[in-house]
């Protein structure tokens, strides 16, 4: 079975641009998050989409926006990019049936893409 | 808000002696505690998750353990082995359930 897909792997921008991730969950997983990994650092929670709805959002800016398809894949956006921004974006999918993680619930990680901004 | 600290940044240990790994957490007590592992440029990998109401866990060389009146788990790998060299994350939920919050993770390296 596939794991969670995400795209690009790696990408260069540069102070201003914007970007766009994707994700693909895995089969049967209708709720994706969004975390950002500065090195050194745990993951930082960013955005939750539970069917296709917004279900929690963390503590950054409005550069940020995410959304989540009917195929429950996701793409994140990220705009005015800052150097601050560079990082590891993680994204993640759970077998969740609410809006709120599960206490069985382990969430299954991307292998990331790795963003760095000039 | 629900801060997490893990003992220590970096863990050196021989083969074969069993590694510790100390999360303490601040404010609400977590419904659950889970610990995933993480390799250099991969994502984080589901180890264990252990409830409340639960002491102790184990699986295979890992035990873990959830002591809520100390706020803290510790997470023990017997027999340790140079594959087991990585990161190891610690993570809860936040209060309205949505989400893990994370600590910075500990890097144990095993020497052979």
């Known amino acids: 079975d596939a794991g969670v897909t995400q795209s690009p792997t790696h990408l260069i921008k540069t102070r201003g641009q914007h970007v766009t991730l994707r994700c693909s969950p895995i089969s049967g997983h209708k709720s994706v998050s969004w975390y950002q990994q500065v090195l050194g650092q745990g993951p930082q929670f960013i955005f939750q989409y539970y069917e296709k709805e917004e279900r929690g959002r963390g503590n950054f800016p409005d550069r940020f926006s995410a959304r989540q398809f009917p195929n429950y894949s996701s793409e994140l956006n990220v705009n005015a990019l800052l150097l601050g921004d560079s990082a590891l974006y993680l994204c993640?999918?759970?077998?969740?049936?609410?809006?709120?993680?599960?206490?069985?619930?382990?969430?299954?990680f991307g292998e990331g893409s790795r963003l760095t901004v000039l | 808000s629900q801060k997490i600290e893990q003992n220590s940044e970096a863990l050196n240990i021989q083969e074969g002696k069993t590694a510790t790994l100390t999360c303490n957490y601040t404010?609400?007590?977590?419904?659950?505690l889970q610990w995933y592992r993480q390799d250099p440029g991969r994502g984080p990998v589901f180890l264990l998750l252990i409830r409340e109401n639960e002491k102790e866990k184990r699986k295979e060389r890992l035990k873990v353990t959830f002591d809520t009146t100390l706020k803290q788990s510790l997470f023990h790998i017997t027999a340790s082995q140079p594959a087991d060299s990585a990161t190891y994350l610690c993570a809860l939920p936040n209060q309205a359930g949505t989400a893990l919050i994370f600590g910075k993770g500990t890097t144990l390296s095993v020497s052979s």
């Open positions: 404010n609400y007590s977590p419904a659950y």
């Open positions: 993640a999918s759970s077998l969740q049936t609410s809006g709120r993680i599960a206490n069985t619930g382990e969430l299954f």
